[in-house]
């Protein structure tokens, strides 16, 4: 069996935003279906990551309106490009995340999603602790096996 890396998806690098911009205008960028989490980058460094799921807390905790810097995941779990699929997937589980910035020599290179390893992996699903709650990823049109028991 051949093991892919995620240099092999080819991940996209979604722009990376700044820690002191607005979170309205972090929940703008989200919008875009082709966004799934804004790197947080500081001095071309990664420094945070933000996600939906951080911008609806904020929203539901408070009424003050902070930058993404005041509400971003720090510190970020990153991948290396020429991490295998199932690196990636261990880390993910490991940190609980289901957003990995893709780092290569220090640079920002590219966002590996949860979504996008669901169809790669070797049971066709990805499962994640988060936040006390089991999230299961499964292809599109797929089953992921089944056990007995």
Known sequence: MIEMTVNSLG?????TVSPDLAVSEA?????????PALVVSLDEVVTGIVTES??????AETAERPT???????????????????????????AGVRHLPVVSDGSYC???SADSLSPYLSRGKL?????????????????GSQTNG
């Open 127 to 143: 499962e994640i602790e988060w936040h006390g709650e089991s999230l299961r990823l499964e292809p599109p049109g797929g089953q």
């Open 68 to 94: 993404v810097g005041e509400i971003m995941s720090t510190p970020v779990t990153t991948i290396e490009p020429t991490a295998t699929l199932k690196a990636a997937t261990e880390t993910m589980q490991a």
């Open 11 to 15: 991940v996209q690098a979604p722009p």
């Open 110 to 112: 590219g966002l590996l």
């Open 27 to 35: 929940a703008q960028h989200l919008r875009c279906p082709a966004v």
């Open 54 to 59: 951080d911008i609806v807390a904020m929203v």
